[in-house]
């Protein structure tokens, strides 16, 4: 940046150095780029990998999240002890301000790579600052009352699902596309060369299977929506809709570690004008809450006299927002829980929305479960897939079992141990395994034994509970020719299915299958078999 | 066709040479083929799965009588289902692990381990043992590998009476010498599992679409997988609530391996160990009927050893 200019009188003996100004810049990027690793890191091995139980998972970062924290607390009335991490950021947040938006979030480091790509303009006049802390009060509003709305706004639920969902999945497409079609249609000398590198890329870099989900194209556009913004200014998002920016912003609000000095020079702009996260207001002040520490200015500077010190509490300017826009905010958060209340999915729950293992009843479980999308992400049969409007608006994004496309492994834990907030409960594999999560039932009309009375049994043989909840009864029937055959008939033993799906999963009718399973909601209900 | 010129086809497949998948033929060379005077049967008793296994590869000759230097051999287990050694579903890690050291002895240039669970494949290879067991010798020429999907091949089963064509694993059809190695177990449509319903595990495609006429499929596809050695796993048997087990109440300790060249004779005398009859077991006497071994143990010569 320019020339440096010294002006008598304005240097301070404790100044930094113009090479340790640099430094420390580079050091925020390089943490940055750190965390982003990490996070990129954690995300790859949410993944069954040989052992059944996974020690780092990317709940991690939910675990760190102070508005999960928050919103979860409410919302359940329950502290969750995993989450305990999240008072680390609140510390640390207190202390020193906004670093977390700033050296630590994933999400904030891709949209500031992302910024060099587009280029933004300076942030514009109007601010929107408003929402964000409006967001974060209709969230925990509405956590109150417990209805949960942080995985719609939270920053690593966007960008958990959204990866999770489409990103992941289409770059596995593509790669596993491309070196596919070389083996099988290219010529044997370079499938040669080709085969060895996809062998690394398997290894290293992609998921072990290729996962489908749905809401693909959804969850892209809402994290794509992001980055899209992007072009209205500079971290458009963390500066005006990010909730747990605003979370944070409340706390940094008292933080005493500021950036001096705290009203900028007469004479130059640079520090209004220059600032990504626009955190110099148009009196001039430095707004600590909205300062994220990226330590541009020590670098753009010309006089070389901005630095961060510890100053004390000083109670900052007023807030962003304003009182009727809080109080608009709240009475959306405690109104929006009522019209789910009284949706009619209410009193007729869907009968296929089996949740995984673990999984609280069905009120707690959608207070507790923030969409993060890990549950799924790490599903080794890709048998977790989100709901979409099939319980109303705010059950989307939740996980739901869909047997056709995949069954829940008799043996695996994997969904409950990366659950961050305990929306699964922690079950040891005896208790995971005895864990109603459904019903099978039979449909005669497409079963083959009883529909077309031809054997198959398919089911009974993959039923991996003991002593089989899917039982043979072999019966002697006339056939449709007049003829007595003996014939074994499959049945449900009510007691024993816990609802993994393999049955349904491995049938082998086409189309819906002739045994499906039914949600817990209704099997639980002791009325429903009393008939 | 015999073993070169399906290879033959193959290449030219994979090179984009052909254009429309090949659809292969291996029934012609079996209407030829004569079974032997008599069909051996091999058991050993014991604990030492590695002695028992060297025990029977000797007595009948010596594994050099099936692998010749530089061979790629198939050693095909189950490892169907995400279950431990002890709970019986899958084969013995021992029985495998054994099957390859003497495999290396007589100078195998490639041994292939594989199969296609039913279960999530990696849990399968893991938990059964054997993936964890074949790593541990580390020797690069064993390859304890996951199917690769793209390398299933149409097959045509000329002389097959339920099933005319399905999908078959190349590296089964490719090898030099094919070795069949089933845990024996009860099998709720099948009756037992033993080493024909073994061939399931070679195979692509929904397999749940064979089970509309199951045991004549199976021996229908044993038309086209021809293990030049079976030897059945029945250290520890599966007496009920199989394929898939899961409780050790269902489990016999049984400390018997059974081998031969004939896969029917194999299987009929494994089905003694549930006291059931050869006749019983419906794939047994299918593959019977099309000529690919003796049921009829009174035409065996059966040699019954302690190690």
């Known amino acids: ?531 | 066709m015999d073993r070169r010129s399906f290879l033959k086809q193959v290449t030219l497949w994979s090179a984009g040479l052909l254009t429309v998948p090949p659809v292969f033929d291996f029934t012609g060379n079996l209407a030829g083929a004569q079974l032997p005077d008599v069909s051996d049967i091999f058991v050993a008793k014991g604990k030492d799965i590695p002695a028992m296994v060297r025990h029977l590869v000797d007595a009948m000759g010596g594994m050099q009588q099936f692998v010749s230097a530089g061979d790629t051999v198939v050693i095909k287990p189950n490892i169907g289902w995400d279950r431990s050694v002890a709970q019986g579903a899958n084969t013995h890690p021992d029985v495998v692990t054994s099957l390859a050291s003497l495999a290396l002895e007589a100078g195998a240039g490639k041994i292939l381990v594989f199969d296609r669970p039913c279960n999530e494949k990696r849990r399968c290879y893991q938990n059964s043992g054997i993936k964890p067991a074949l790593d541990a010798m580390k020797d690069r020429r064993v390859v304890c590998e996951y199917m690769d999907d793209r390398k299933f091949v149409p097959v045509k089963i000329k002389n097959g009476r339920s099933l005319r064509e399905w999908s078959f694993y190349r590296d089964a059809l490719a090898a030099d010498c094919y070795i069949n190695v089933p845990v024996a177990k009860h099998h709720g449509s099948a009756g037992l599992t033993l080493g024909l319903k073994n061939a399931m595990g070679v195979i692509g495609g929904h397999r749940g679409r064979l089970h509309m006429d199951l045991s004549p499929r199976i021996a229908d596809l044993n038309l086209v997988i021809r293990p030049d050695l079976t030897l059945v796993d029945a250290t520890r048997i599966l007496l009920r609530n199989g394929p898939s087990g899961g409780s050790l109440s269902d489990v016999k300790i049984m400390d018997t391996l059974v081998a031969g060249t004939d896969p029917v004779a194999v299987d009929a005398w494994a089905t003694t160990l549930f006291d059931l009859k050869p006749g019983d077991i419906r794939s047994t006497v299918e593959a019977f009927e099309r000529g690919l071994g003796r049921m009829d143990l009174s035409e065996c010569r059966i040699q019954i050893s302690d190690v």
């Open chain 1, 1 to 531: 940046m320019g020339d440096r200019i010294h002006v008598a009188g304005k240097s301070d003996p404790t100044a930094l150095s113009r090479t340790t100004r640099i430094r420390l810049r580079r050091a925020r990027i390089a943490v940055q780029l750190i965390c982003l690793a990490l996070f990129l890191w954690l995300f790859r091995i949410t993944e069954y990998t040989g052992a059944d139980t996974i020690p780092w998972a990317v709940n991690l970062w939910f675990r760190l999240d102070p508005l999960v924290a928050a919103s979860v607390t409410l919302a359940t009335r329950t502290v969750v002890t995993l989450l305990w991490p999240a008072l680390i950021v609140i510390a640390v947040t207190w202390v020193l301000g906004r670093v977390f938006c700033g050296w630590v979030c994933p999400l904030g480091t891709l949209i500031d790579l992302w910024g060099r790509v587009v280029q933004p303009g300076k942030p514009r006049a109007a601010s929107f600052r408003f929402l964000k802390y409006a967001i974060l009060i209709l969230v925990l509003v509405a956590s109150m009352f417990t209805m949960q709305l942080t995985g719609f706004f939270d920053p690593f639920s966007l960008l958990v699902r959204g990866m999770t969902f489409s990103i992941d999945p289409v770059i596995h497409f593509l790669v596993t596309g491309m070196f596919d079609w070389i083996y099988l249609n290219g010529p044997v000398w370079l499938s040669g060369v080709t085969e060895p590198v996809y062998d690394f890329l398997k290894a290293v870099v992609l998921p072990y299977a290729q996962q489908l989900f749905f809401l693909s194209m959804m969850s892209f556009l809402l994290l794509a929506a992001v980055f899209f913004l992007e072009l209205a200014g500079p971290r458009f998002w963390c500066r005006n809709l990010c909730p747990l920016g605003a979370l944070l912003a409340l706390v940094a609000k008292v933080s005493p570690f500021k950036r001096i000095p705290q009203k900028v020079c007469s004479d130059c702009d640079l520090c209004r004008s220059a600032c990504l996260m626009d955190a110099v207001d148009s009196h001039g002040r430095v707004r600590t809450e909205e300062c994220t520490l990226c330590l541009d200015c020590l670098v753009f500077c010309p006089r070389d006299i901005t630095t961060f010190r510890f100053t004390g509490p000083r109670s900052a300017p007023g807030m962003d927002i304003r009182r009727r826009q809080v109080l608009a905010a709240g009475l959306a958060g405690a109104a929006l829980p009522v019209l789910t209340w009284t949706n009619a999915v209410s009193s007729l729950p869907d009968h296929r929305v089996i949740r995984p293992p673990g999984a609280l009843p069905e009120t707690d479980f959608l207070a507790a479960c923030v969409r993060c999308g890990a549950c799924m992400k790490v599903c080794l049969n890709n048998a977790l897939q989100p709901l979409f409007l099939e319980q109303g608006v705010a059950p989307m994004f939740t996980p739901v079992l869909v047997p056709r496309l995949g069954y829940c492994e008799f043996n695996c834990t994997l969904c409950i141990q990366v659950c961050p907030t305990r929306a699964l409960q922690p079950l040891d594999l005896a208790e995971k395994q005895a864990f109603v999560m459904g019903m099978a039932r039979f449909d005669k009309n497409r079963c083959i034994p009883y529909a077309d009375q031809t054997p198959c049994l398919v089911c009974e043989e993959h039923c991996p509970v003991h002593d089989k909840a899917i039982k043979l009864e072999t019966v002697e029937i006339h056939d449709r020719t007049g003829q007595v055959v003996q014939l074994k008939l499959p049945y449900v033993v009510t007691q024993r299915c816990i609802g993994c799906g393999i049955c349904e999963h491995v049938c082998p009718v086409q189309g819906p299958a002739g045994v499906r399973v039914e949600s817990r909601s209704e099997v639980m209900d002791e009325s429903y078999y009393s008939y």
